[in-house]
Structures are given as structure tokens and as C-alpha cells.
Nanobody
Framework: QVQLVEAGGGLVQPGGSLRLSCAASGRFSSIYSMGWYRQAPGKQRELVALITNGGSTNYADPVKGRFTISRDNAKNTVYLQMTSLKPGDTAVYYC???????????WGRGTQVTVSS
């Protein structure tokens, strides 16, 4: 069983910054990838950014150049630094954990990010 604890959401003005974190704990032998998805009201959940155990990253086009994903392997924690936030970034952000490539991922409970003046 894997537990994911997310932190860092909140209310921020357009142009502001936030940093999300997600710490994984529990029983797992390794981590293939960790990352973030988001879901806005009335929309499907979508990829924001992923990072593999080898350090490869993948970003959704709308966040490229504004968001940076990083990982602390010693702490089993993934971070998402979000800058130049826009109202369109408003969503619930979910941590995603995949122990191995072809296994179903685990999900965090989500953290709300609201970008509004």
C-alpha cells in the first residue's frame, strides 16, 4: 500500500507562484515515475508533468516554460514549482505514483490550486 501526501495548494493571484509537494510512503520496491495531473471543474483529468526515476521529464504544453517538476529520491518526494500562474491553471492537482511501468498508478487525494485576483 502506497500513501501519497500532497501539500502546497492554495489561492494565488495571476502571475504568482506556488510549489506543490507529494511525499510517498508505505510498501514499494521502487518508483518508476511520479508526477502531477490536474482536473478543473467540468473537465477531464489531464497530465501536468511527470518525472521518471532516471530524471526524464514530460510536461503538458500549457505549462511548459512556467512549471518545473523535480524529485528528491532520498525522500521519495516530488515537487512542482509553478510560476506565472494563470486563471486557467485553477484546478485540483493530483499526485501520481507509478511503481513500475505497466502497473496501475496510485493517486493522491488532490490539492486545490486557485488562481484569481
Amino acid at each position: 500500500q502506497v500513501q501519497l501526501v500532497e501539500a502546497g495548494g492554495g489561492l494565488v493571484q495571476p502571475g504568482g507562484s506556488l510549489r506543490l509537494s507529494c511525499a510517498a510512503s508505505g510498501r514499494f520496491s521502487s518508483i518508476y515515475s511520479m508526477g502531477w495531473y490536474r482536473q478543473a471543474p467540468g473537465k477531464q483529468r489531464e497530465l501536468v508533468a511527470l518525472i521518471t526515476n532516471g530524471g526524464s521529464t514530460n510536461y503538458a504544453d500549457p505549462v511548459k516554460g512556467r512549471f518545473t517538476i523535480s524529485r528528491d529520491n532520498a525522500k521519495n518526494t516530488v515537487y512542482l514549482q509553478m510560476t506565472s500562474l494563470k486563471p486557467g491553471d485553477t484546478a485540483v492537482y493530483y499526485c501520481n505514483f507509478q511503481e513500475q511501468l505497466f502497473q496501475p498508478p496510485c493517486w493522491g487525494r488532490g490539492t486545490q490550486v486557485t488562481v484569481s485576483s
